[in-house]
């Protein structure tokens, strides 16, 4: 009987680690830029093009792939939106000539080296990326 309970038990906390854990969703910069602390609002703003800098400082806002997941985990975290939602905004934006959408990449690898590269870049990423790279920090609270 403690050997059948054992070996439940044991199966029970290998299913329990192995289950996938879903990373968070953050902004990130280059470490040495002086953007910090951005909440939810002013990274809707931004990445709505309602306002383009921060305490002086320009802000290049960059979005991933709309194929790519995270994007949607993005818009839904800090902007409430969907993808198609967001599409369709930034399609009136335009028409209207209000401006144009944040630059998109095909992997967050290739984001990364937009914002390292690029003064004033932001991006987002998962938290299990973040260990990849030395040159970003996370700026949203």
Do not use: H
């Amino acid at each position: 009987m403690k050997n059948k309970l054992f070996t439940i038990a044991s199966l029970f906390l290998v299913l329990i680690t192995s289950l996938p854990v879903k990373a968070e969703v953050v902004m990130v910069a280059y470490n040495k830029t002086d953007i910090d602390g951005l909440d939810a609002r002013i990274i809707s703003r931004l990445y709505t093009g309602k306002i383009i800098e921060i305490n002086g400082i320009s802000v290049t806002p960059v979005n991933q792939d709309p194929s790519n997941p995270l994007r949607e985990r993005f818009l839904q975290k800090y902007l409430s939106q969907n993808e198609d939602k967001y599409s369709a905004y930034w399609t009136v934006r335009r028409f209207i000539g209000k401006g144009t959408p944040p630059k998109e990449f095909s992997s967050v690898t290739a984001a990364i080296d937009y914002i390292i590269e690029t003064p004033g870049a932001i991006g987002y990423i998962d938290t299990d990326f973040v260990v990849l790279s030395s040159d970003i920090k996370i700026i949203s609270k």
